[in-house]
């Protein structure tokens, strides 16, 4: 009875901790695919988006990287187009968000889609 009662709360434990990191990465990817819907409504201008990089002191590898998130690619499609691994997009999305005071995607675009910043040059 004993390990029949180990066994039973030790297959119950894996699969409620499975269950709660399903539920995790189900809910992480709709977000992700809302805020890249709420993305889609916004118009983008490339260079605008150029210089307020430059503005904001960002590397030409950040600015590239800026620039293809303003244009709602993922992290998966963004390492892809360049070589690299979704850590190293994690990493320069980071650096891009700290640079610019920003803490999501869609503040991203905004900020660097103003054409208001843009003229301050």
Known sequence: MGQLTE???TNLGFLALSALLLYRSVTLGRANQRQLANL??????????????????????????????????TRRE???????????VDKHT???????????REELLAKLNNLEQHGNI
């Open 94 to 104: 980071e650096h891009i968000f700290l640079k610019t005071g920003v803490s999501s």
């Open 7 to 9: 066994t039973l709360f």
């Open 40 to 73: 889609r409504l916004l118009a983008m201008d490339t260079d605008v988006i150029t210089a307020n990089c430059q503005r904001n002191m960002l590397s030409p590898r950040e600015t590239e990287i800026a620039i293809l998130l303003c244009h709602r690619l």
């Open 78 to 88: 963004i390492a892809d187009k360049l070589f690299i691994s979704d850590r190293t």
